[in-house]
């Protein structure tokens, strides 16, 4: 299976919407905690390795990339200086970044863009605020201020144009309304730090929460007092959740404790496969949407795997 070594710490892996065969991965340097940062472009080659179409030096660690929805060249990254950047791949990397986005007061630790209306997205911050951009306009459209700590991603309703979720370090998911003046549902989903989030594909009320207390939660927000399912299998805090968009439930995970997990969560024994091909913190994961059960994901270990669900990752 396709492997990449990359210079700096992998944060986060997005397949592209729009070619199979293409990845973006946001990279830090020393572990994000000082240092530069760099974005990744990797295509991947049939019976070959990975190649690099481009890369994208930042004076800070980039935590989370993200492609447009609309534009098939362009991909957005939130950065450890605040800042959110876009990237166009049809220009050369001197001509890049296009765009810098500077509001945010500390890192973009999550950028989500609309699949539904494709003309925004989400940055989500440790500043305590998710703030709301379209690409054309200089200034964020809307600052959400409701989480006491930070948010660590905010994810779009795959379903619904104007609904958002964001994963906050105060143990709290929220449901936004862009057109309601505050959250419309707050979900007290963990007793300890959430890091992330994910709507289902499939069924617009189904979202799950993951969190240092090496918990996923799948709740219902109809009837959110309990969660319709609880996953344990994890050793350490849950770092990344993603819904498949081929299976309506089954989701990815990735942990502190090295590992990628793939659960069902219709199914007594949730837990259906275990990858453990990283040798350090896994940070980054995502399911692609153009090839059932391909997968990818990344780590502090430098590396990114790509392999079909069921394979070996580390198998050449």
């Known amino acids: 299976m396709p492997v990449f070594k990359t210079p700096f710490n992998g944060y986060s892996v997005k397949f592209s919407p729009f070619y199979e065969n293409k ?5 830090a340097q020393n572990f994000g905690i000082l240092g530069n940062g760099r974005v990744h472009i990797l295509q991947l080659n049939p019976n070959g390795p990975v190649s690099e179409l481009a890369a994208f030096d930042t004076a800070d660690g980039v935590y989370d990339v993200c492609w447009s929805e609309a534009h098939d060249s362009l991909v957005i990254a939130g950065s450890g200086d605040g800042s959110v ?3 166009d791949l049809s220009l050369p990397p001197t001509n890049n970044p296009i765009r810098s986005f500077k509001e ?6 999550s950028v989500d863009y609309n699949t539904v209306r494709k003309d925004s997205f989400l940055s989500a911050s440790w500043d305590d605020t998710v703030k709301l951009w379209t690409v054309d306009r200089n200034a964020s459209v809307r600052t959400f201020k409701e989480h006491a700590y930070c948010v660590y991603s905010a994810a779009w309703n795959p379903r619904h144009a104007d609904i958002f979720a964001s994963a906050s ?3 709290t998911t929220r449901i936004w309304d862009v057109r309601e003046p505050g959250s419309t549902m707050i979900l007290p989903a963990h007793e300890f730090e959430i890091l992330t989030c994910d709507w289902s594909k499939y069924d617009d009320c189904i979202i799950a929460t993951a969190s240092v207390d090496k918990s996923i939660k799948v709740w219902d927000v109809r009837n959110y007092r309990v969660p319709i399912s609880v996953l344990n299998g994890h050793g350490y805090a849950v770092r990344k959740v993603r819904f498949s968009p081929h299976r309506a439930s089954a ?3 990735c942990s502190y404790d090295m590992t990628v ?3 069902d969560y219709m199914v007594e024994d949730a837990l259906i496969g275990r990858y453990d091909h990283h040798t350090e913190f896994a940070v980054g ?7 059932e059960g391909l997968l990818a994901s990344t780590g502090w270990d430098e590396l990114v795997y790509v392999w079909q669900h069921g394979m070996d990752p580390r198998a050449s």
């Open 23 to 27: 990845l973006a991965v946001a990279t």
């Open 85 to 87: 950047k876009l990237y």
């Open 104 to 109: 945010h007061t500390r890192e973009v630790h």
């Open 169 to 171: 370090g105060d143990c």
């Open 251 to 253: 989701m990815v995970s």
């Open 261 to 263: 997990c793939m659960w």
């Open 285 to 291: 994961v995502d399911m692609s949407v153009l090839v």
